[in-house]
């Protein structure tokens, strides 16, 4: 019986983005060279790992996952335990009553696993409707950098391999978004279970 990592592992992935930084790449050496005017960049992954509404809504986040996790666990810890007991005990049953306890505690897991699949896809809606909030508080505040450093091009930094960072405005947003809000909050998002395509039909 395989135990459910899925929302575990969309644990790590909601805490990856903290990573990310408001000072430019590293790696720049020998890269530099004079500031074109106009042209600027921008982190959008900085600004959420970075900005105080970012951090709540990871944090939010990760309380979310693991409430949804302890939820499953105490499910599937006592068809665990049967589990365990029947292994002990299976050398003594005859091939019928072995495939008969078997197919049962399979039948009992299925269900955990289907719900395990939709915790997971919720928070994943969650995180999506969390981030999208976040982008728009975020861009009038981008716009309003933007014109405050007389930009006429916006380019994600991320993808420059190289070059002088003066215009980057990634920490000039986060200070201002900072300073407009600095938390947010919601609940996970509730989906169907006809919405996973895993759920046993009914």
């Known amino acids: 019986m395989r135990r ?3 929302i575990i592992a969309l644990l790590s992935v909601i805490a990856s983005p903290v990573a990310a930084q408001t000072a430019p790449p590293a790696g720049n050496q020998g890269l ?3 500031v074109i005017p106009g042209i600027c ?3 959008r992954e900085a600004i959420y790992a970075n900005a105080a509404i970012g951090k709540a ?3 939010r986040l990760q309380q979310l996952a693991t409430e949804a996790q302890a939820e499953i666990e105490a499910e599937r810890k006592p068809l665990e335990t049967e589990l365990k007991a029947f292994r002990a005990e ?3 049953l005859s091939a019928e009553q072995r495939a008969a306890r078997d197919q049962a505690l399979a039948a009992r897991l299925q269900p955990i696993q289907a719900k395990a699949q939709l915790r997971s896809q919720e928070i994943e809606a969650t995180r999506v409707k969390a981030m999208q909030r976040i982008a728009d508080a975020a861009q009038p505040v981008i716009a309003a950098v933007y014109q405050q450093k007389k930009c006429g091009l916006l380019f994600d930094r991320n993808s420059a391999l ?3 960072f003066a215009n980057d405005l990634t920490a000039d947003v986060v200070r201002t978004l900072d300073a ?3 938390t947010i909050s919601f609940d996970r998002e509730k989906l169907s279970a006809a919405a996973n395509p895993r759920s046993p039909a009914r």
């Open 32 to 34: 530099g060279g004079p």
């Open 180 to 182: 407009k809000i600095s």
């Open 90 to 92: 299976a050398a003594k």
């Open 4 to 6: 459910s990592g899925s």
């Open 57 to 59: 809504a990871t944090a």
């Open 41 to 43: 960049l921008l982190s």
């Open 162 to 164: 190289g070059g002088n």
